[in-house]
Structures are given as C-alpha cells and as structure tokens.
C-alpha cells in the first residue's frame, strides 16, 4: 500500500516561510517522480512543482517560481518544499504525489494570514 504523509504546515504571516514535508511508504521512491499540489479554499487541485526521481530536474507553475523549492532525500524517502516569501493566496492544503497523480494523503494545512 503506497502511503504519503505530508507535514509542516501552519499559520504564517505574510512574506514568513514555511519547509514541508512529506514522507512516502510503499513504493520505490527513489525511481518515482513526484508533485506537489495544493487546493485552496472552494477551489480545485492546483500543481505547484515537480522533481524527477534522481532530483536533477525540477519545475514550477509561473506563481511560486522563485519563491519555492522542491528536494528530496532518496535516503529516507521523503520529498521536501521550501515556502518563502508566502502571501495570503499560496493559503491552502498541500500534498505530494506521484507524478501527475492523484494525492493519497490528509495534506498538510498553510494559512498566511496577518
């Protein structure tokens, strides 16, 4: 059974920063390309960035480019996202996946507010 748990989420002020984290059981992560999503509030699932198994190649939608990152350590299979610079709109919950996948776990919750 392949199961993610995401974690790191919280309540920060704008222009604060947050890392998450996600860690994933049950498939081999280290040959597996990964995602993060996010759904803000009455919205749908919004993908925000991607990194390819080895960790070489890595892309972001145009609104978090430059202020996120995204990393993994094959090691512990876990996929990391760097948050800076958060504003009010980058509120919502945050998931990993498996490349262009569904997400399987409970998300994580941001809320930037003042």
């Known amino acids: 059974e392949v199961r993610m748990v995401e974690s790191g989420g919280g309540l920060v002020q704008p222009g604060g920063s947050l890392t ?3 860690i994933v059981s049950g498939l081999t992560f280290s040959e597996t390309h990964m995602d993060w999503v996010r759904q803000a509030p009455g919205k749908g699932l919004q993908w925000l960035s991607r990194i390819t198994n080895d960790g070489t190649g890595r892309a972001y939608t145009d609104s978090v480019r430059g202020r996120f990152t995204i990393s993994r350590d094959n090691a512990k299979n876990t996929l990391y996202l760097q948050m800076n610079n958060l504003k009010a ?3 919502g919950v945050y998931y990993c996946t498996v490349f262009a996948e569904e997400p399987l776990g409970q998300g994580t ?3 930037v507010a003042s």
């Open 20 to 22: 998450l984290s996600c």
């Open 109 to 111: 919750q941001v809320t």
């Open 89 to 91: 709109e980058d509120t």
